[in-house]
């Protein structure tokens, strides 16, 4: 009730108030929501933070600067608020080496900017009104863009409603990459790369391709975020990591899991300025889920909120939903110890994970119980996928992690183990024997 109450005063820009007013029922609002804020973040979240030269953020919160207006509509007061807003991120990000996001707000209208060569350019916006669903949408949209919270469980819901394409984090995630992009796209190695991404993918679907920046851009953001989830999954202390261990998979090899995380198209993020910075925020943001939580092909909803269904009906990828994976496995994996599984194009990995966890589950339920080392073993000769889209396969890799779990990953009895998800035609599979 007090987050509604807050949003019933912000939200109509009544001019009576002073600024102060709105800015400390603001920063109420931040401190009394969902946001997972302790003591720390709160010195965080004051009031009138120094910003060198003179002047004074009005409110700073992780990554974020706030800056508060009375009313954004008046004069030139928005113009002038944005050059002052671009000026206090390019400070916080001199002085930190963080990437910083920029908030404009009057209580009313929220406005996130990403910095671009100095200047601000508008990634997501929202307008509010008093009621219920705007305090809920408020809160949804400012979490996206602090990314503070912690242990979300990783459902479809709360997948599309924080990273999918409607999202603000989305919104600046993708303006990050398309800006790192923009500014270094006549790099030779990331010429190459995009080459490379767009023969490959000329090659597996033919003129149902077209090459487009756009895309590739998408792409790396989701193989990005795939990658990083892989180590989360893996249990890999993820926030103390490099951004160059994460994208190349050095530490899968040292903990004994082969063949999800390798070097690829997507990592020409890490030969750019700026770009260890984006992988970090990035993985900071992805920390919010406990990925020990994941009962479904999570991965799938998030590409299909991100790639536009246009797009993925030109390049033929139709995703099966969750129930009737799970449905079809149960029903034609009657004996998954003794059958060899095979998805010949198995895209994220939806019907793999169902299979993985049915096999599981009979393996754990055998007497005298299989150790551990055996059960993984046995399940990486018995469901296998393969698909000739790299970006799936990165997925689908993942997904085989996750189905498999963190506890079970995590064991000191696991030993070394290789996920069998190839990038590959299985049409034109030949046996080599």
Sequence with gaps: MLLQEIVARICHRDHARMEAEVQADIRQFILSAPFNLDDGDVEMATLEAPAGGGRRIDIEVGSTVIEVKRDLRRGRVREEAIQQLAGYVAHRVAATGRRYAGVLTDGAEWACYNLVEGNLELVSSLLIQADVESTHKLVFWLEGVLATAAGITPNAREIEARLGAGSSAYALDRASVAALFERNKGLPTLKVKRALWSRLLTSALGNQFTDDEGLFIEHTLLVNTAEIIAHAVLGLPVAELNPASLLSGEKFSESGVHGVVEADFFDWILEVDGGEQFIRTLARRLMRFDWGAVREDVLKILYESVIKPETRKELGEYYTPDWLAEAMVDSSLNDPLHTRTLDPACGSGTFLFHAVRKYLAAAEATQPPTPLFQILRDLTH????????????????????????????TAADRREIHIPVFLGDSLQWRDQN
Excluded: K, S
């Design 382 to 409: 018995h469901v296998m996928g393969m698909d000739l889209h790299p970006v799936a396969v990165t997925f689908a890799r993942v997904t085989y992690l996750l189905a498999i779990g963190r506890e079970r990953l």
